[in-house]
């Protein structure tokens, strides 16, 4: 990866894990752009919590079931200045038994999970070429043994594995190409669950709670810079699974 200055660029970065992802690469000393769907209160209040960093941060209200607004970011973006790094991040939660699995909920689940990450790397890759740049793609446990949460979800999870597999066997050797898997994650979502049911989350986690944004946002900058780490996938969990 060459010098900075560069930029990092986020998707659903407003608030949970995205807003971390912002937070620190922005205290890295990266610019960053991160979408968000309008909310502008929890986008100000991402922005004012990466401040302290001294670098220019951005946030822009994108519909990323929007093709050409995802291309109009994208355009935006590298009007700034080059790609360094590429987290496609924003997710939608389908859950559903098959029976409840419905075409339209399938779909969206699909294009948020996969076809949007696929229009911003190829939107972006020739930047992330010339940088010798990486592209994080976050899945989950779910798509890598199966989730609770129903098919739509746990299928689109687990194309995202694949497709970042067949991106890095293309855009080797200048991009490099990994998935962050993460278990629970202390989100704002996490916390309105009922107390018993993060009880027993905690008690089935060998390290005894969930994760802190953070420490998935540290996990998945640290393997943007692993440099010889490539169509790999990182399971960052608590022990759930040891895969």
Not at 62 to 76: C, I, M, R, T
Not at 91 to 102: K, Y
Request: net charge negative.
């Amino acid at each position: 990866m060459t010098d900075r200055p560069g930029s990092v660029v986020v998707t659903g970065g407003s608030r949970g894990i995205g807003r971390a992802f912002v937070v620190e690469a922005a205290a890295r000393g990266y610019d960053v752009f991160f979408t968000h769907r309008g909310r502008g209160d929890d986008a100000a209040a991402t922005i004012a919590e990466s401040a302290t960093a001294g670098t220019h941060v951005e946030g822009v209200a994108v519909d990323v079931l929007d093709v050409p607004a995802l291309v109009d970011f994208s355009a935006k973006v590298l009007s700034h200045g080059p790609v360094h790094v590429l987290i496609n991040n924003a997710g939608t939660m389908a859950h559903g038994t098959l029976d409840e699995t419905t075409d339209e909920g399938w779909d969206r689940s699909f294009a948020v999970h996969v076809t949007a990450p696929m229009i911003l790397a190829r939107e972006l890759s020739d930047s992330l070429t010339a940088t010798e740049g990486a592209i994080l793609n976050i899945s989950s446990t779910g798509g890598v043994v199966g989730s609770v949460h129903g098919p739509s979800y746990g299928a689109s999870k687990a194309a995202i594995l694949g497709f970042s597999k067949s991106l890095a066997r293309e855009l080797a050797p200048h991009v490099r190409v990994n998935t962050l898997a993460p278990g629970p994650v202390g989100t704002d979502m996490y916390a309105e669950l009922p107390e018993d049911e993060r009880r027993a989350v905690e008690d089935e986690t060998p390290l005894g709670r969930v994760a802190e944004p953070r420490e998935i946002a540290v996990a998945g900058l640290d393997l943007c810079h692993w440099t010889y780490a490539t169509g790999q996938t990182l399971i960052v969990d608590g022990g759930r699974i040891m895969s």
